[in-house]
């Protein structure tokens, strides 16, 4: 079975600046992906970025970015110049490859972002 | 881009009566669905993978009986919380995945389920 850790239940951050949230897992597979999502008040989920675990390239999107890290089973969320509307809970998230494969879930990291 | 409804986005029931909430793929279909819930200020806990066409696998420690699901086409899932009782009241969210090879999972925006 896998396991998602998100060591960090809150963080805060000030406008503009740079934040990185952990996450780490376990896992005996080879094929997976990992995501980050995002969940405002709303309590939508919204993708944030997501890698394939064959890729060593880091993924990126706009201002978010991760650190992947293969063999320490380590994928970083930094989030550059933190806007208001990062304000949310992120959740790191494992999937197994395969076109049925559920997301496993890590317990949540509840970020702020003050002026 | 792929887009899951999900209905109601919240509802409010009488201790003992039954609710039904559905799941719809827009845009794609979805052999598989995916129901989780989620307490309040917690993660998200899958609760079972709904198939189309046949049985739902249930997570351990979800009863079957109670959380029926059904996934007769390949655009819709229902999950019926039977016999609600108040520690029933959570948030759930349904997710489905485009079957093409390198797609992630789409969530529909929940619902609130309230049991008084």
């Known amino acids: 079975a896998q396991t998602v850790t998100q060591s960090q239940p809150e963080m805060s951050v000030q406008e503009a600046e740079t934040v990185t949230l952990s996450c780490t897992y376990d896992t005996s597979e080879n094929n997976y992906y990992l995501f980050w999502y995002k969940q405002p008040p709303s309590r939508q989920m919204i993708l944030v970025i997501r890698q394939e675990a064959y890729k060593q390239q880091n993924a990126t999107e706009n201002r978010f970015s991760v650190n992947f890290q293969k063999a320490a089973k380590s994928f970083s969320l930094k989030i550059s110049d933190s806007q208001l509307g990062d304000t949310a809970m992120y959740f790191c998230a494992f999937m197994k490859g395969g076109t049925a494969s559920k997301l496993t879930f890590g317990t949540g990291t509840r970020l702020q972002v003050t002026l | 881009g792929a887009v899951v409804s999900q209905h109601p986005s919240w509802v409010i029931c009488k201790s003992g009566t039954s609710v039904k909430i559905e799941c719809r793929s827009l845009?794609?279909?979805?052999?598989?669905m995916f129901w989780y819930r989620q307490f309040p200020k917690q993660s998200l806990m899958l609760m079972a993978t709904?198939?189309?066409?046949?049985?739902?696998?249930?997570e351990q420690g979800v009863e079957k009986d109670k959380f029926l699901i059904n996934h007769a086409s390949l655009t819709l899932s229902t999950l019926t919380v039977t016999s609600a009782h108040p520690e029933d009241s959570s948030f759930y969210i349904c997710?489905?995945?485009?079957?093409?090879?390198?797609?992630?999972?789409?969530f529909g925006n929940g619902t609130r389920l309230t049991v008084t």
């Open positions: 845009d794609f279909q979805a052999t598989t």
């Open positions: 709904s198939n189309e066409g046949s049985k739902a696998t249930y």
């Open positions: 997710s489905a995945r485009d079957p093409g090879a390198d797609s992630p999972l789409h």
